[in-house]
């Protein structure tokens, strides 16, 4: 998570942060992670506006779901996220990605408060972590969730939803 923090560091130095919410999609996940650095790192995140909360969490949620997957998102993340992706989706207007998370979470007896199983070191001494990280992957269905995220995702047009919502809230990006 800080490797990419600080990536975006970079390109928010190059493309700078205007008034406004930017016209496509890539510019405003970068505008979003200007906002903050997520429930966990920012002792003052549950003081941004609901707005700019709901923005960062679907973000960094859209973003681990393209780069790996719902198993990705869980080990990358902490419980702090993975409790605020409904809510976040739901007021951006994404319900029913909201209501396949919560069923997949159900359905796997999923304690989102905790998530103990996926809280390992993926550095302990090498490459080892990358077995477990492939058994955790195996352990829970997840292909069936991440196929269905996507399609989800390009039907209800999450990139043109997001930058709808960011143009409706301009509070999200004010400092």
């Keep these: 998570m800080k490797r ?16 406004c919410a930017p ?5 405003l996940y970068v505008r979003i992670l200007g906002i903050t650095t997520g429930p966990e790192a920012d002792a003052g995140f549950d003081a941004l506006p609901e707005a ?37 989706l739901r ?23 905790t998530l103990p199983q996926f809280d390992f070191d993926f550095f302990p001494g090498g490459d080892d972590y990358a077995e477990e990280y492939a058994a955790l ?7 069936g969730f991440d196929g269905k995220y996507m399609e989800l995702r390009e039907e209800m047009d999450f990139e043109g939803t997001m930058l709808g919502f960011a143009h ?5 990006f004010k400092a």
């Excluded at 319900?95 to 998370?101: C, E, L, V």
């Design 4 to 19: 990419i923090a600080c990536l975006l560091a970079f390109a928010l130095l190059l493309t700078g942060l205007g008034g």
């Design 52 to 88: 700019a909360q709901a923005l960062y969490v679907a973000a960094i949620f859209d973003m681990e779901m393209q780069c790996g997957g719902l198993c990705t998102f869980f080990c990358n993340e902490s419980p702090a996220m993975a409790v605020r992706v409904s809510d976040s």
């Design 137 to 143: 992957c195996e352990t829970y269905p997840f292909d």
């Design 91 to 113: 007021l951006l207007g994404l319900g029913p990605i909201a209501d396949a998370y919560e069923d997949f979470a159900a359905e796997n007896g999923l304690a989102l408060e």
């Design 23 to 27: 016209e496509d999609y890539d510019g």
């Design 168 to 172: 409706a809230h301009p509070e999200a």
